[in-house]
Nanobody, 125 residues
Framework: QVQLVESGGGLVQAGGSLRLSCAAS????????MGWFRQAPGKEREFVAG????????DYAESVKGRFTISRDNAKNTVDLQMNSLKPEDTAVYYC??????????????????WGQGTQVTVSS
């Protein structure tokens, strides 16, 4: 099973930037992919961005398009989430997740096999 560890969260002012990283241990496949999700207090966990390893296809939630960029470093086996123009409503715990068969259901939490422990992102106004 692929194990995931996130890093890079923190406190930033509105308009600022943060970069999250997710390190994966274990074998991954070209059919697999990684997603970033977030969960704010009292809310359900929601999809933020995803990437399919084989094709490099990326997917984004409408709320982050144009501000967030997901990328993969094959050499380091990490997936990063660059977050720019952050807003207070981006405040949440961010989780990375691994899907052994990344498909059109990339937005669903039930599609993913492994999850990281989460990292807090707080955006002050």
């Amino acid at each position: 099973q692929v194990q995931l560890v996130e890093s890079g969260g923190g406190l930033v002012q509105a308009g600022g930037s943060l970069r999250l990283s997710c390190a994966a241990s274990g074998r991954t496949f070209s059919t697999s992919g990684m997603g970033w999700f977030r969960q704010a207090p009292g809310k359900e966990r929601e999809f933020v961005a995803g990437i399919k390893f084989g094709s490099g296809r990326t997917d984004y939630a409408e709320s982050v398009k144009g501000r967030f960029t997901i990328s993969r470093d094959n050499a380091k086996n990490t997936v990063d989430l660059q977050m720019n123009s952050l807003k207070p409503e981006d405040t949440a715990v961010y989780y990375c997740a691994y899907d052994s068969y990344y498909s059109s259901l990339y937005f669903s939490t039930s599609s993913y096999d492994s999850w990281g422990q989460g990292t807090q992102v707080t955006v002050s106004s």
